[in-house]
């Protein structure tokens, strides 16, 4: 025995004697459970639907997803942590990082030593960014040249209708917040392919070489700067920085401060005949950012456990980077509160909580898809509408990078899950040796804390457009809630 938390474990497993299953009792199912949902929750299902596809529309950079987060938490009775000189149970809190990054919390009745409970999700999205660098014109035509973030298939952004966010920052420390192609009226931006008549050349290329990365620079205009001289150069090029000069009030040299994200343009629209799905970017991980906040904010009474969400900048990259789940921001923030509980508390105090934690690793996963069976597991792939999918371990090739979560705190979920009537699957990522992938999981796990990643399955990960079914969103957000209110046991 390591600790006292397995010696509990152990001894409350030998307490209870083992019983025979009756024949069928606890057979796995993974299938379609939608079949017997009542009225009122296929009510409730659709407006959570309803209400997610509005936030997705909104959150499309993990700029836009903060801001939009903590304008619906704020409106739950939320308030920024600095506004805090102590904090009690039944405090609602959230803290902010650059921006992008949120921590946000309801504490709970037993003290922060025991542990939270935390939902960590990411809101950061694969896209195309825009180069330090950007305007060039090539031509006569002027372009943005970008550097993509994030796993893509190239080929699936080109010839395809782009929004253009960010925010561009002055020396004077300033700066103009863009948003070009979503709203009305707007113009969009687009990424040129080669005709297929003249496309031969691409067609035999592997799928990955078929579009250059170096050739995905988004048509930024066509036209010559009316006002430019007769003889100068780059006209094309002097007309975009002339309309970004007149609609922002910046010059060339502020791009270099500037980040600014291309994304698909267009809303979130119900997908199939049934209306059984969201077309959305981004659901990867808004899906589950967004569910673990509506159950944070939800949360009903003051939880035994301090429930917190945590929602990172950089996934996509390999969490890296300040905002990133690799950074001390979330031991920080846990810190932070154990201060406020108690200013006595030192640094013991912080690393107790830590490690004495509990965390739903809250990223989506793939669903299998019937057009590609090579992907699946023999069975162990989440399927659609069977609820969001505990994955024990990600990695690739042997486990490789991934924190597998110990077959103790899985049995507890199960029970959490269960006695709330979650619909939920089991599985893992695709078949042996086939690929594979990561998540936050293993940062948390470095604390010592218990972590499995569970999430929505999507089809069409990482695509422009991504698909997950509204049954699953909704029961994302129930499993959530269930793990953030659970009781102690
Ligand atoms: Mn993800
Ligand atoms: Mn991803």
Redesign the pocket.
């Known amino acids: 025995m390591r600790n006292a938390k397995e010696k509990n474990m152990m001894q409350k497993t030998d307490k209870t004697a083992p019983r025979a299953a009756k024949a069928g009792e606890g057979a796995i199912k993974r299938e379609d459970r939608t079949a017997g949902m009542s009225k009122a929750d296929r009510a409730a299902m659709e407006k959570y639907a309803a209400d997610y596809a509005g936030y997705l529309g909104i959150a499309k950079t993990e700029r836009r997803a903060y801001a939009e987060a903590v304008r619906r938490i704020e409106k739950r009775g939320f308030r920024e942590l600095s506004t805090f000189k102590t904090l009690k149970p039944g405090d609602k809190v959230w803290r902010g990082f650059h921006g992008k990054t949120l921590f946000a919390t309801v504490i709970g009745r037993r003290p922060l030593e025991a542990g939270v409970n935390v939902v960590g999700g990411h809101t950061d ?2 896209r195309i960014d825009l180069k330090p660098v950007p305007v060039a014109e090539k031509g006569g035509i002027a372009y943005f040249d970008t550097h993509y973030y ?2 893509i298939k190239k080929f699936h952004w080109v010839a395809h209708p782009l929004a253009i966010y960010g925010r561009i920052c002055r020396k004077d420390g300033t700066g103009a917040d863009v948003s070009i192609g979503d709203a009305a009226g707007d113009p969009v931006f687009m990424i040129s392919d080669i005709l297929p008549h003249f496309g031969k050349d691409q067609a035999s290329k592997p799928m990955s070489e078929g579009i250059a990365a170096e050739n995905m620079d988004i048509l930024a205009a066509t036209t010559p700067d009316p006002g430019a001289d007769g003889d100068a150069k780059d006209k094309v090029k002097a007309h975009v920085l002339r309309l970004l000069a007149e609609k922002y009030g910046v010059a060339e040299d502020d791009l270099v401060s500037a980040e600014l994200e291309a994304v698909p343009a267009g809303m979130p629209r119900d997908c199939g005949l049934d209306r059984s799905m969201i077309a959305g970017y981004g659901h ?2 808004r899906v589950c950012a967004y569910a673990g906040l509506k159950a944070l904010a939800d949360l009903d009474g003051v939880p035994a456990r301090t429930a917190v969400v945590l929602l990172c900048d950089k ?2 990259i390999g969490s890296v980077g300040a905002s990133g789940m690799d950074s001390t921001f979330f031991e920080n923030s846990i810190a932070e509160l154990v201060v406020r509980r108690n200013p006595k508390a030192g640094d013991i105090a912080v690393r107790r909580a830590l490690e004495a934690s509990r965390m739903l690793s809250a ?2 996963c793939a669903a299998a898809d019937p057009m590609f069976p090579d992907a699946d597991s023999t069975g162990n792939m989440a399927r659609m509408n069977a609820g969001p999918c505990m994955i024990k371990y990600t990695g690739a090739g042997g486990k490789s990078g991934a924190s597998d979560a110990r077959a103790e705190f899985i049995a507890s979920l199960r029970g959490v899950f269960d006695s709330a009537g979650v619909a939920w699957q089991a599985g893992e990522l695709g078949r042996c040796e086939k690929g594979g ?1 990561g998540t936050i999981a293993k940062f948390m796990a470095r604390y010592g804390m218990d972590v499995v990643d569970m999430g929505t399955p999507l089809l069409n ?2 695509a422009p457009w991504e698909l997950a079914s509204k049954f699953d969103c909704w029961m994302t957000y129930r499993a959530y809630a269930a793990f953030l209110g659970a009781k102690e046991r």
């Open positions: 999205a694969p994030g796993g990867d991980d996934e996509e990223d989506v992938g990960m990482h």
